[in-house]
T-cell receptor
Framework: DAGITQSPRHKVTETGTPVTLRCHQTENHRYMYWYRQDPGHGLRLIHYSYGVKDTDKGEVSDGYSVSRSKTEDFLLTLESATSSQTSVYFC????????????FGPGTRLTVT | KNEVEQSPQNLTAQEGEFITINCSYSVGISALHWLQQHPGGGIVSLFMLSSGKKKHGRLIATINIQEKHSSLHITASHPRDSAVYICAVSSLNNNDMRFGAGTRLTVKP
């Protein structure tokens, strides 16, 4: 298994509070991704990173920001959580390109009340 | 309309049955991926293919580029195959991956 961990694995928070999810990899892969998974939808890309301090938006980036200060860590921040951001969040990594095989973390279940 | 459509959404089979899950896509692709998500939530890559057919154990994946269609077959299905199977494409349009909504497979003993 690729060395990818996510923390926390579960979180319940209140509307309006800031939340940060962490993805940590030990594979030294260049590309890192944050997805959200909702019933009836496929995985949807929130943000991705193609190197330290290099990030870009995905298709559902509104309300989210990211940072990557080290190769191994990719943080996803919800500045002011809303109930629509209740979801399961997956981090993924890939080494070669954005469209090559990706390895997924275990997921973080976030509930915004 | 989603760029990647899977059918069926849900599938229940008896142990030992031959299973087929279908995936159709509407964009130009460089590769197609089949992923498996177990009830615990973890997602693993099963196949990445750009033409023809690949086989791994009881799993077979095929792709028809001209028809923009792929199938995932499971032979001699087993309850441990119960999972959500996800089709994804590496899109040439936006240099990104797009995912289907998944097919939930339940194999009963």
């Amino acid at each position: 298994d690729a060395g990818i961990t996510q923390s926390p694995r579960h979180k319940v928070t209140e509307t309006g509070t800031p939340v940060t999810l962490r993805c940590h990899q030990t594979e030294n892969h260049r590309y890192m991704y944050w997805y959200r998974q909702d019933p009836g939808h496929g995985l949807r890309l929130i943000h991705y990173s193609y190197g330290v301090k290099d990030t870009d938006k995905g298709e559902v980036s509104d309300g989210y920001s990211v940072s990557r200060s080290k190769t191994e860590d990719f943080l996803l921040t919800l500045e002011s959580a809303t109930s629509s951001q209740t979801s399961v969040y997956f981090c993924a990594i890939s080494g070669t390109s954005r469209t090559y095989e990706q390895y997924f973390g275990p997921g973080t279940r976030l509930t915004v009340t | 309309k989603n760029e990647v459509e899977q059918s069926p959404q849900n599938l229940t089979a008896q142990e030992g049955e031959f299973i087929t899950i279908n995936c159709s896509y509407s964009v130009g692709i460089s590769a197609l991926h089949w992923l498996q998500q177990h009830p615990g939530g973890g997602i693993v890559s099963l196949f990445m293919l750009s033409s023809g057919k690949k086989k791994h154990g009881r799993l077979i994946a095929t792709i028809n580029i001209q028809e923009k269609h792929s199938s995932l077959h499971i032979t001699a299905s087993h309850p441990r195959d119960s999972a959500v199977y996800i089709c994804a494409v590496s899109s040439l349009n936006n240099n990104d991956m797009r995912f289907g909504a998944g097919t939930r497979l339940t194999v009963k003993p």
